[in-house]
């Protein structure tokens, strides 16, 4: 095979200073020197250059509730997302078991956004020929990135929750035997990223919080919106870590899948993808709840313009650091993963010592064409504006489209895969409830260890 262009373990991502110093300091000098330089690959990982976790602790006065709510920020990572980790991950899985060879295969990213950008940037790094199909109706920044990274695009029909149009183009391109599709919503990979990586930085979180006095040392719930589900794996870790961990997923109201089998567009772009996913653990799953893709649009706005600014410094004395701060970590779905926290408090009636961790996957940068949409559509954001959208849409979120999950209505959301995986994507009914066994996942999960040991024995030979 080809010389393949190799980058961290999944130990190396979760802990950088772990990466040998030399390629470590090379790495962080290329950061903002040269972006595209394959050495970045290194870059992935939730830790800053200092090596201290790259998050937020959303104050108190914006949220409404006592249970300090904790994000996680993808800003930072290469592409400017966190689905750059799950990208990498997916190919290095291929290339260490001889499945894809940059000097033959066409690599595919199905995807909504983050995780095709990813791939973008991973396979064109890695010196592959990259494709991502992503339906037509997404922010034109998306496309504008994908180009950047050097991979072409395939449009396909509709918006966000139209996947099975994505499925349909993939089906169609691997006729050619030199096309290998990489989907984010099977492949392990993404699976393993977010389980190890993301969630045991938020393992370590919690204790940094602790010292701080934030929190009592312990994660009591993890909120996470469902595009691939890669990103609500950091669950399984956490409640293997505190058994009593609620672990929430999110969803559109207007696309309200798991909840209750429903369908239709919405524009909570990254999210919200008309099925439940081959990856997704539903059944380690203790709750589901819905967010108006309307609110969350207007709750970014509010998070990101000046109106909103001055809303927060004047009204809620946020300092304007912190304001500053926040404008640039969030994107759509970032604000409907605290919308959500802000739910699982109410819910659950969590207070000072229960911290709630979510995820900032990407940010505005992505969404100013959005933006200007919505200022089209509903005028432009005043400060009276911007405070009846901080008492609506973040003091006023109620306990209202929230579901436990009791065992039947787990059994439910793991039924729900029969339709897209079985039925037209090649899986049988015995791998479908294969996944109904805990272990199952724990031997998905153990497989981390053997990879990493591959890298490093690729490494050296």
Not at 3 to 29: K, S, Y
Not at 180 to 188: A, C, S, T, Y
Not at 343 to 350: E, F, M, Q
Request: charged share 25%; glycine share 8%; aromatic share 8%.
């Amino acid at each position: 095979m080809t010389n393949l262009v190799i980058g961290p373990t999944f130990e190396e991502m979760l802990h950088p200073d772990h990466v040998e110093a030399a390629t470590r300091r090379r790495a962080l000098a290329m950061r903002k020197k040269d972006p595209l330089d394959p050495i970045n690959l290194y870059n992935i990982t939730w830790r800053d250059p200092g090596n201290k976790i790259m998050y937020e602790v959303i104050p108190p006065e914006l949220t409404g509730v006592e249970a300090p709510i904790v994000v996680l920020y993808g800003r930072d990572f290469p592409t400017g997302s966190h689905k750059v980790g799950a990208a990498y991950s997916c190919l290095i899985e291929k290339e260490l078991f001889g499945e894809v060879d940059p000097a033959v295969h066409t690599l595919v990213w199905p995807s909504t956004g983050n995780y095709g950008i990813g791939g973008a940037w991973v396979g064109c790094r890695m010196a592959f020929d990259s494709v991502v199909v992503l339906p037509e109706l997404m922010s034109k920044e998306r496309f504008e990135q994908i180009a950047s990274y050097g991979a072409r695009v395939i449009k396909t029909p509709g918006s966000e929750s139209n996947v099975k149009e994505i499925y349909d183009k993939t089906w169609e391109l691997r006729r050619d035997p030199k096309v290998r599709v990489l989907n984010q919503f099977e492949e392990m990979g993404n699976y393993r990223f977010h389980y190890y990586v993301t969630g045991n930085t938020i393992v370590d979180l919690a204790a940094d919080l602790k010292k701080q006095r934030i929190g009592a040392g312990r994660i009591a719930a993890y909120c996470s919106a469902m595009g691939s589900a890669g990103t609500i794996a950091a669950g399984d870790r956490i409640k293997q870590v505190w058994p009593e961990a609620r672990v929430v997923g999110l969803e559109p109201i207007q696309c309200p899948t798991l909840y209750n089998n429903g369908y239709g567009a919405h524009d909570i772009q990254g999210i919200g993808d008309k099925h439940a996913t081959w990856i997704h653990h539903v059944t380690a799953m203790d709750a589901i709840a819905c967010l108006d893709d309307i609110e969350c649009k207007k709750g970014l706005q509010m998070l990101t313009e000046e109106a909103g600014w001055k809303v927060m410094a004047r009204t809620l004395k946020i300092p304007s650091a912190k304001i500053k701060s926040l404008a640039s970590i969030f994107g759509i779905s970032g604000v409907c993963n605290v919308l959500g926290a802000i739910k699982t408090a109410k819910h659950y009636g969590l207070g000072a010592d229960d911290v709630i961790v979510t995820i900032c996957t990407d940010t505005i940068e992505r969404y100013r064409s959005t933006m200007k949409d919505m200022t089209r559509t509903y005028g432009r954001m005043d400060e009276r504006e911007a405070y009846a959208r901080l008492v609506s849409i973040f003091h006023g979120q109620g306990t209202d489209w929230m579901k436990d999950g009791t065992p039947d209505m787990r059994r439910q959301w793991h039924n729900l895969k029969y339709y897209t995986w079985v039925e037209q994507q090649g899986k049988t009914v015995k791998e479908l409830d294969a996944q109904l066994s805990r272990e199952w996942w724990v031997r998905h999960q153990e497989r981390v260890s053997e990879i990493d040991k591959r890298i490093k024995e690729t490494r050296v030979s």
